[in-house]
């Protein structure tokens, strides 16, 4: 089995930082991939950025040069470091990784996703 915990959500002003963290744990041989993704309230969920284990990234256009994803492959983990934030990233925001398991059985995990709020 498998799990990815995310951390470093909160509320935050406009123009402000944040950096979210994700860890995967459990039957892991191999970490393919990993991806934070966003969902509003009312709007489809949206790829916000990827790494891969090679550590290829790959942004959205409306985070680029505002946001910075990295991998460590050692620890399993994922951050995106966000900056410049604005009301419209407000969202929930889920960590997601491409996980090869010691089993050799290949999937797609989701974490449980951790709130960002930005406000005045």
């Known amino acids: 089995q498998v799990q990815l915990v995310e951390s470093g959500g909160g509320l935050v002003q406009p123009g402000g930082s944040l950096r979210l963290s994700c860890a995967a744990s459990?039957?892991?041989?191999?970490?393919?991939?990993m991806r934070w993704f966003r969902q509003a309230p009312g709007k489809q969920r949206e790829l916000v950025a990827a790494v891969t284990r090679e550590g290829s990234t790959n942004y959205a256009d409306f985070v680029k040069g505002r946001f910075t994803i990295s991998g460590d492959n050692a620890k399993n983990t994922v951050a995106l470091q966000m900056n410049g934030l604005e009301p419209t990233d407000t969202a929930v925001y889920y960590c997601n990784a491409e996980i090869l398991g010691k089993s050799w059985s290949y999937g797609t995990y989701w974490g449980q996703g951790t709130q960002v709020t930005v406000s005045s």
């Open positions: 459990g039957s892991i041989f191999r970490v393919n991939a």
